[in-house]
Antibody, heavy 118, light 112 residues
């Protein structure tokens, strides 16, 4: 069955970078884009961007340009989100989701918690 | 960016009765192809969001038919008939009409 498995929680220092992963199972990886969202504690969801493994097309929310970078490792059906120059504002849970057949985010990963603290 | 507006809390409902949750968009989500790009997600406590409704009125796979959704181009309503305890959580509306995709702030379903 379709699953998205995300990497574990991260504790990182201010100014550093973090790279988290989203590994897809149970479907043809190149068929659908992978979407990434940020959820501050107890708050709403922000769309960061998406990556389509079929043609490597990448789109970013303007707000996250320069902060987020999406890459792929097709051999392992994995999309990566790297966040740079971390501040306390980047402390959040980050979700990946599959952009499915009907343009909906139909399957979600379990989330990766990032805490930025010295 | 398209702004999605939701109330923070629903009207309190008793289990077994109906609930409605509203959402408004700052721009019509009706595309020229006739599809309205409005989605509903539920985030249960401690869980990831899950898809309930796609393209305004279509039930996602595995979602009970107690859930339904309707609306115009900018005003939308999610209805839950016969609310069950497992329905508690925060309901988010979202738009995929144009980038950046945006979400409402979420409505917490209140049970009496």
């Amino acid at each position: 069955q379709v699953q998205l498995q995300q990497s574990g929680a991260e504790l990182v220092k201010p100014g550093a970078s973090v790279k988290m992963s989203c590994k897809a199972f149970g479907y043809t990886f190149t068929t659908y884009p992978i979407e990434w969202m940020k959820q501050n504690h107890g708050k709403s969801l922000e769309w960061i961007g998406n990556f389509h493994p079929y043609n490597d097309d990448t789109k970013y929310n303007e707000k996250f340009k320069g902060k987020a970078k999406l890459t792929v490792e097709k051999s392992s059906s994995t999309v990566y989100l790297e966040l740079s120059r971390l501040t306390s504002d980047d402390s959040a849970v980050y979700y990946c989701a599959r952009g499915g057949v009907v343009d909906a985010m139909d399957y979600w990963g379990q989330g990766t918690s990032v805490t930025v603290s010295s | 960016d398209i702004v999605m507006t939701q109330a923070a809390f629903s009207n309190p409902v008793t289990l077994g009765t109906s609930a409605s949750i509203s959402c408004r968009s700052s721009k019509s989500l009706l595309h020229s192809n006739g599809i309205t790009y409005l989605y509903w997600y539920l985030q249960k406590p401690g869980q990831s969001p899950q898809l309930l409704i796609y393209q305004m009125s279509n039930l996602a796979s595995g979602v009970p038919d107690r859930f339904s959704s309707s609306g115009s181009g900018t005003d939308f309503t999610l209805r839950i008939s016969r609310v069950e305890a497992e329905d508690v959580g925060v309901y988010y509306c979202a738009q995929n009409l144009e980038l950046p995709f945006t979400f409402g702030s979420g409505t917490k379903l209140e049970i009496k």
